[in-house]
């Protein structure tokens, strides 16, 4: 199972990335998903980006549920929970904490078994046994 950050998403969408594209399609839809964290990201970028073109909005909307459609969608659960405090207090505790958000994504990941798939591995490597590749 994979797992993927908003980063990815952001790779995809701004560049195309063939190298995501490629790793996307060679994997069956039912072993890709993401967090409800992430969708929320993706969401918030949405709602940004047309505060400044609203004229964009109709597209976009459309383009991210077209993208998010055929995905399974993880919510939090109790389990997340637990392990988004025992992650976020080890982090802290060691000087080494990430944002609140991505804690959430890896407790998730953590919490599914999944490897998690983003750009921004030197910030999710500093969680304990949480598996990260770099599709790009």
């Known amino acids: 199972m994979y797992l993927l950050d908003t980063t990815v998403w952001i790779d995809l969408l701004r560049t195309n990335s063939r190298s995501i594209r490629h790793r996307l399609t060679a994997h069956s839809k039912s072993t890709i998903g993401l967090s409800i964290i992430t969708l929320c990201e993706l969401q918030y970028g949405l709602e940004k980006r047309a505060a400044q073109y609203p004229h964009l909005r109709a597209r976009e909307q459309q383009l991210l549920s077209a993208i998010v459609a055929p995905l399974d969608v993880f919510l939090l659960d109790h ?18 904490a990430i944002g609140a958000l991505d804690t959430f994504i890896a407790a998730q990941a953590l919490s599914l078994g999944a490897v998690l798939v983003t750009s921004n591995g030197k910030e999710f490597q500093r969680v304990q046994g949480l598996q990260v590749e770099d599709w790009r």
């Open 79 to 96: 389990n997340v929970v637990e392990i988004y405090g025992r992650v976020r207090a080890a982090l802290e505790n060691s000087g080494t």
